[in-house]
């Protein structure tokens, strides 16, 4: 069974710089994974900011970008703000209609 | 404006059925890719099905048999049938919008989910 995995959580200073990953138990992430990214605040619906690897998602300011470093999927927060403060999810696209959510990542900006 | 609208949650006996709608408007459904993603209380987001726009329908395996994916075209929304519910069912289900092309999709519009109580 394939897992997706994220950091539980992780914390950065307000104005800092973040990178959360999303990898596979087994093998590596690459762009033919197709990752999106996902931000949710409590209580509310999850909202899109990366769609295939690196395209911001309408709206989402440019201090959110996604990439693949080594063998994994990112999302780099440059100049954290308070408000980034949420949970965090990657999916991959693992082909024949199926997507697998990692577990999120709680990021904490204090 | 691109809208979703869910609605059908409610507690239900393990065992039991339920059906969740999926209101959809600023778009047409059966021209889209449209996918349910449920999350269970204080944990992840969890992908349960989708349907394609030529009618192909896929689950997450721990659903396979017991939830079927279906749409109203003349009612412009999706449904989700799920039957034999177990209490490990019990989530915010959410309707998505899917973007992308024909190698992937990703949920790009989301609603605000209904919930499902499994529990006797």
């Known amino acids: 069974q394939t897992v997706v995995t994220q950091e539980p959580s992780f914390s950065v200073s307000p104005g800092g710089t973040v990178t959360l990953t999303c990898g596979l138990s087994?093998?590596?992430?690459?762009?033919?994974?197709?990752p999106t990214w996902y931000q949710q605040t409590p209580g509310q619906a999850p909202r899109t900011l990366i769609y295939n690897t690196n395209t911001r998602s309408s709206g989402v300011p440019d201090r959110f970008s996604g990439s693949i470093l080594g063998n994994k999927a990112a999302l780099t927060i440059t100049g954290a703000q308070a408000d980034d403060e949420s949970d965090y999810y990657c999916?991959?696209?693992?082909?024949?209609?199926?997507?697998?959510f990692g577990g999120g990542t709680q990021l904490t900006v204090l | 404006e691109v809208q979703l609208v869910e609605s059908g949650g409610a507690l239900v006996q393990p065992g039991g059925s339920l059906r969740l709608s999926c209101a959809a408007s600023?778009?047409?459904?059966?021209?889209?890719?449209m996918s349910w993603v449920r999350q269970a209380p204080g944990k992840g987001l969890e992908w349960v099905s989708i349907?394609?726009?030529?009618?192909?329908?896929y689950y997450v395996d721990s659903v396979k048999g017991r939830f079927t994916i279906s749409r109203d075209n003349s009612k412009n929304t999706v449904y989700l049938q799920m039957n034999s519910l177990r209490p490990e069912d019990t989530a915010v289900y959410y309707c998505a919008v899917c973007g992308g092309d024909s190698y992937y999709y990703y949920m790009a519009v989301w609603g605000k989910g209904t919930t499902v109580t499994v529990s006797s």
């Open positions: 349907i394609y726009s030529g009618g192909s329908t």
């Open positions: 600023g778009f047409t459904v059966s021209s889209n890719y």
């Open positions: 087994s093998g590596s992430v690459s762009t033919s994974y197709y």
């Open positions: 999916v991959l696209y693992m082909g024949s209609g199926i997507s697998v």
